[in-house]
């Protein structure tokens, strides 16, 4: 399975933006998916996950309230929407997959199987 993650820009404090990730197979409708973003000098982070359903849905406390993660099994595709952005969300975000089979949401980055490139975004205050 590959992914491919785009989206990310320059946006000021307080904005919107809208990530996708699409994946090269159907098999990602049979996978959980997750948001993880690393800022430089930093860890890699959990962000938010989403069940293969769409039915179980976790974030990171830091996001809560602000980001939005969705799927679409129809087109491969899983999204992350931004809102409120703030400069501590200035990273790489990566889009990932576990392996198709594995349904439930999970945080910790090592459950991921496939990992998209990554796509910067960077907010300014």
């Known amino acids: 399975v590959q992914l491919q993650a785009f989206g990310g820009g320059l946006v000021q404090a307080g904005g919107s933006l809208r990530l996708s990730c699409a994946a090269s197979?159907?098999?990602?409708?049979?996978?959980?998916m997750g948001w993880f973003r690393q800022a430089p000098g930093k860890e890699r982070e959990f962000v938010a996950a989403i069940s293969r359903s769409g039915s179980t849905i976790l974030y990171a406390d830091s996001v809560k309230g602000r980001f939005t993660i969705s799927r679409d099994n129809a087109k491969n595709t899983v999204y992350l929407q931004m809102n409120s952005l703030k400069p501590d969300d200035t990273a790489v975000y990566y889009c990932?997959?576990?392996?198709?089979?594995?349904?439930?949401?999970?945080?910790?980055?090592?459950?991921?199987?496939?990992w998209g490139q990554g796509t910067q975004v960077t907010v300014s205050s």
């Open positions: 990932a997959a576990r392996l198709p089979g594995n349904w439930a949401t999970k945080r910790d980055d090592y459950e991921y199987a496939y």
């Open positions: 197979e159907r098999t990602f409708s049979n996978s959980a």
